[in-house]
């Protein structure tokens, strides 16, 4: 879910998001695209370095997490691009509306249904930090139109970079099919080149019609957009510390917090399925009974008693 992170590789933790791109030397200090890409760095090394985009990097998501997030996702592409929809002819924005090539929420749509089923729109709601960006975002369509270019830049060029990273990760952390099930969001179909499209989106960005000033305010409105999403991670942080934990691929809580469940030879294979259960969970809750404890008490006192006759 990280905005405009540009580049990847593999580190010793996990996959490590990065920022810098070749250079175009036909880009001038005062482009849009330059101005953006010097004026957010500080706000992208604070996005990445969220508790949440942390873990998610190493593979520590949990999969009901995730379907959070792709829950913020959906509200957040819904307001962007009804926007985008309704300036469309704009001059100040038009020139950035791809909505064959960059257009996410259909494609949201498509996850929601494979994690929450065909009646997912019963199941979701906005959340309360996703409410306040998705309200930023309707202010900018409908009064400043020309500050949506910095929505839709923090948004979709990091969806063609960083987000191809977090698409790998998601698919191996949560096992999710590799038929691509579950993470459509990231797949761009009608994207052949993600670098090549940049670097056209970002022409088409510095050819707007734009004075110095208008252009200081997209930079401060992408600064914006990057708390916004921000507070969306620190919001789903704490959400995960709240959740127990969970198997990644369905949710099924793990062994007393360790292991596989399926791994252990009395795991039913399917939740409801007749089976003699694990004998480990099925000793520790009748241990927890009254009258087990007091019987083991007892025991425990015999057995002593014993011992101590013995040593004597």
């Known amino acids: 879910m990280p905005s405009a992170m540009e580049g990847s590789e593999a580190g010793e933790e996990g996959e490590v998001l990065r920022y810098e791109e070749a250079e175009d030397d036909s880009v001038s200090p005062t482009d849009l695209s330059e101005l953006l890409k010097e004026g957010t760095k500080e706000s992208h090394d604070r996005a990445e370095s969220t508790q949440f985009v942390k873990d998610f990097l190493k593979g520590r998501i949990k999969k009901e997490l995730f379907k959070l997030a792709t829950v913020a996702l959906y509200f957040t592409y819904s307001a962007l691009e009804e926007e985008m929809d309704r300036n469309k002819d704009n001059p100040v924005f038009a020139p950035l509306y791809f909505p064959l090539e960059l257009h996410r929420r259909e494609a949201l749509v498509k996850d ?54 977090l698409k790998k990760v998601a698919q ?25 499209f940049k670097q056209l989106y970002r022409a088409r960005m510095n050819a707007l019609d734009l004075d110095k000033g208008t252009k200081e305010r997209i930079v401060e409105e992408a600064n914006r957009a990057f708390r916004f999403n921000m507070q969306v991670f620190d919001e789903l942080d704490k959400i995960g510390r709240s959740l127990t934990e969970e198997a990644q691929d369905g949710g099924f809580p793990l062994h007393e917090g360790r292991g596989d469940p399926r791994k252990c030879p009395y795991y039913a294979d399917k939740p409801g399925e ?3 259960g694990c004998p480990y969970r099925a000793a520790v809750a009748l241990a927890k009974q009254p009258l087990v404890q007091l019987i083991l008490a007892a025991c425990v006192a015999v057995a002593a008693g014993a011992a101590a006759w013995y040593v004597m």
């Open 112 to 165: 929601l249904k494979y994690f929450y089923g065909e009646d997912w729109e019963e199941k979701v709601q906005c959340s309360e930090a996703t409410q306040h960006y998705v309200d930023r975002i309707h202010h900018v369509g409908q009064h400043e139109p020309e500050l949506l270019v910095a929505h839709a830049y923090t948004r979709y060029m990091g969806d063609l970079s960083g987000g191809q990273v």
């Open 172 to 196: 191996r952390a949560l096992k999710l099919p590799s038929t691509e099930e579950g993470i459509q969001f990231y797949v761009f179909d009608n994207v052949s080149n993600a670098q090549q």
């Open 274 to 276: 007749a089976g003699p």
